[in-house]
C-alpha cells in the first residue's frame, strides 16, 4: 500500500475557508482595526497636517474643507490633528487600564481561590460591592473626586474593571484546585 502524499496536504476548500472565516473573521477584523490606530498613533507627527494645539482664533469653527478635513473647534485648532495625537492617549488608557485591571483583577481572584475562609468572603464581599454600583457612574464619582487627568481617569476606569476579572479569576481557580491532580498534589505535601 502505498499513501499519495497528495491526500496529505489538501490545499483549503471553499467551504472551509468561509468556515474559517466566518469563525475568526470578526477577531481579525477587530485586531486589524486596532492595529491600524496603533500606526496612526505612531505615526501621528508625521501624519497631522497642523500641531495639535495651535490656536488660530480667525479660524474657529470652520467647517471641513481641504486645508481642515474635519473642520476646526471654538479655538481654531485643526479637529483632524487632534483625532490623530488623541488616539495616542486613548490607546495607552485603554490597554493600560485592561491590562492593570486583569492584572489586580486576577491577583485578587487567585488569591480568594487559594485563601479561602475569611480572606474568600471577605475579598469577594470587597468585589460584590464595587460591582453592585452602576460601573460608569461611579468612574464618574472616582474621577470627579479624584480630578481632571489622565492617570485619575485611569484609576476611577481601573476600579470599574478590576472586579470582573476578579471573578473570572477566583470560579477558574477553583476548578482547577478541585482537579484530581491538585489534590495528588497535596496529598503528596506539595
Known amino acids: 500500500m502505498s499513501i499519495s502524499t497528495t491526500s496529505l496536504a489538501l490545499p483549503p476548500t471553499r467551504s472551509r475557508l468561509r468556515r474559517r472565516l466566518r469563525r475568526y473573521g470578526p477577531a481579525w477584523l477587530g485586531g486589524g482595526i486596532v492595529l491600524a490606530w496603533v500606526v496612526v498613533a505612531l505615526l501621528a507627527p508625521w501624519l497631522a497636517p497642523y500641531p495639535p494645539d495651535a490656536v488660530d482664533v480667525t479660524s474657529r469653527l470652520l467647517p471641513p474643507s481641504a486645508a481642515h478635513w474635519m473642520g476646526t473647534d471654538t479655538l ?23 491590562l492593570l485591571g486583569a492584572a489586580l483583577g486576577t491577583l485578587v481572584g487567585i488569591v480568594a481561590a487559594w485563601a479561602r475562609g475569611i480572606w474568600d468572603e471577605g475579598l469577594m464581599r470587597l468585589t460584590d460591592l464595587v460591582l453592585c454600583f452602576p460601573p460608569i457612574i461611579l468612574a464618574l464619582a472616582i474621577a470627579a473626586a479624584l480630578g481632571i487627568g489622565p492617570v485619575n481617569t485611569i484609576l476611577a476606569m481601573l476600579v470599574v474593571w478590576w472586579p470582573k476579572f476578579a471573578r473570572l479569576a477566583r470560579a477558574l481557580a477553583l476548578v482547577q484546585r478541585s482537579q484530581e491532580y491538585v489534590e495528588a498534589a497535596i496529598v503528596l505535601g506539595l
Open 76 to 98: 481654531g485648532r485643526d479637529v483632524f490633528s487632534r483625532l490623530l495625537y488623541g488616539a495616542r492617549l486613548s490607546l495607552f488608557a485603554g490597554f493600560s487600564v485592561v
